[in-house]
């Protein structure tokens, strides 16, 4: 079973951006898929974005697409999640998946007020 440890997760205000980091260990990094998920208080974990082992290959969730940027640095075993443009909608815990496996880290908490 891999490990994964975000971090990056903190207070911001509304147009704000900031980057979330997700460092694996415990599998071949390189051959992985990953996905970030966020959960609000009351509701399931939803899915933000995803990155394939072809770096090129991402999706993601139709509120993301737009401000977010999924990326992975093989040589790090780390995930990244950039946000931009920060709005009061996107707070909550981000989880970052390794897909395929049930391997979770514990999440980071964004919170995006003014």
């Known amino acids: 079973q891999g490990h994964l440890q975000e971090s990056g997760g903190r207070s911001v205000q509304p147009g704000d951006s900031l980057r979330l980091s997700c460092v694996a260990a415990g599998f071949t990094f390189s051959d992985a898929a990953f996905s970030w998920y966020r959960q609000t208080p009351g509701k399931e974990r939803e899915h933000v974005a995803s990155?394939?082992?072809?770096?090129?290959?991402?999706k993601y969730s139709d509120s993301a697409k737009v401000r977010f940027t999924i990326s992975r640095d093989n040589r790090q075993n780390t995930v990244y999640l950039q946000m931009t443009n920060l709005e009061p909608e996107d707070t909550g815990v981000y989880y970052c998946?390794?897909?395929?496996?049930?391997?979770w880290g514990q999440g980071t908490q964004v919170t995006v007020s003014s």
């Open positions: 990155i394939y082992s072809t770096p090129t290959l991402t």
């Open positions: 998946h390794r897909m395929n496996y049930d391997d």
